[in-house]
């Protein structure tokens, strides 16, 4: 069974630092890109990055809203995924998801598998 | 930036019936596009992958069709368990972006 648990939320002050992980485990996690997503209270869904696999140089792309402030990392010999982000805003306020990128008949695709999301409140 | 559209933001039907939500997209996207569903206080599920193929173990009842810039998702015989609020996702150039979503109620 593929799983994802996410952990590191929680309450920070404005211009604070934080660091998130995604634990995975039932598949073989060095194989697949993984995405973090975030949801602020009451909204919809804000695709935050992601993190390509060793064979892509791990490179890593951002949504222009978190860009030189979060970073996304990886280790595979533990499976698991991780968003440090710096220089918090009230407006990152969210329940931030790590995701699968899977892959099915050559096509790879966003969020065929999600963790159940850790809370970060930015506030004073 | 690609920007997602989705209509209607909320819909209210009756138990049996088809229910279709649209996504548009501002540029052709092919058919990278995703759909998921999302219930209160529970991660996304993912139903809908490459547009039109169907997630491993996602009823029959839920479907995709479209490409470029024009997509739908239809839910036929819509019943209890399929409340929720269902998102588009474009994975076809970065930044990723997902429509605004599309609340479903049932009446």
């Known amino acids: 069974e593929v799983l994802l648990v996410e952990s590191g939320g929680g309450l920070v002050q404005p211009g604070g630092s934080l660091r998130l992980s995604c634990a995975a485990s039932g598949f073989t996690f060095s194989d697949h890109y993984m995405d973090w997503v975030r949801q602020a209270p009451g909204k919809g869904l804000e695709w935050v990055g992601r993190i390509r696999y060793k064979a892509d140089s791990y490179t890593t792309e951002y949504a222009a809203s978190v860009k030189g402030r979060f970073t996304i990392s990886r280790d595979d010999s533990e499976n698991s995924l991780y968003l440090q982000m710096n220089s918090l805003k009230t407006e990152d306020t969210a329940l931030y998801y790590c995701?699968?990128?899977?892959?099915?008949?050559?096509?790879?695709?966003?969020?065929?598998?999600w963790g159940q999301g850790t809370l970060v409140t930015v506030s004073s | 930036d690609i920007q997602m559209t989705q209509s209607p933001s909320s819909l209210s039907a009756s138990v049996g019936d088809s229910v279709t939500i649209s996504c548009r997209a501002s540029q052709g996207i092919s058919n990278s596009l995703a759909w998921f569903q999302q219930k209160p206080g529970k991660a996304p599920k993912s139903l809908i992958y490459a547009a039109s193929s169907l997630q491993s173990g996602v009823p029959s009842k839920f479907s995709g069709s479209g490409s470029e810039t024009d997509f739908t998702l239809t839910i036929s015989s819509l019943q209890p368990e399929d409340f929720g609020t269902y998102y588009c996702q474009q994975h076809y150039s970065y930044p990723l972006t997902f429509g605004g979503g599309t609340k479903v109620e049932i009446k």
């Open positions: 995701a699968r990128v899977g892959c099915s008949d050559g096509t790879c695709y966003p969020g065929d598998y």
